[in-house]
Nanobody
Framework: QVQLVESGGGLVQGGGSLRLSCAAS????????MGWFRQAPGKEREFVAA????????YFADSVKGRFTISRDNGKNTVSLQMNSPKPEDTAVYYC??????????????????WGQGTQVTVSS
């Protein structure tokens, strides 16, 4: 049974930092490219960041580029999202997701097979 479990969410002051982690089990992480998405109340789920299966390519939404970084450790079956200088508009539930490494399209949630349950991030002004 595949499980993706996010952690590290919480309340953070704008301009601070927060690190989200995603622990994967039931799959070989190196067989999957990974992504982070977020969903704010009343809004659709949106792409935040993605990383290739080897970790040598990363992609970011324009809204977080230069502030967020994504990384992975295939040996530890973990993926992380480092959020620097978060803004109140970054407030959302953040989800970790896995897609087959052969799937190069990373923005659409429909390309991802497995999802975590999400972790709430609230950024205060």
């Amino acid at each position: 049974q595949v499980q993706l479990v996010e952690s590290g969410g919480g309340l953070v002051q704008g301009g601070g930092s927060l690190r989200l982690s995603c622990a994967a089990s039931g799959l070989i992480l190196s067989s999957y490219a990974m992504g982070w998405f977020r969903q704010a109340p009343g809004k659709e789920r949106e792409f935040v960041a993605a990383i290739s299966w080897r970790g040598d390519s990363t992609y970011f939404a324009d809204s977080v580029k230069g502030r967020f970084t994504i990384s992975r450790d295939n040996g530890k079956n973990t993926v992380s999202l480092q959020m620097n200088s978060p803004k109140p508009e970054d407030t959302a539930v953040y989800y970790c997701a896995a897609r087959p490494r052969s799937e190069l399209r990373y923005v659409s949630p429909a390309r991802y097979l497995y999802w975590g349950q999400g972790t709430q991030v609230t950024v205060s002004s």
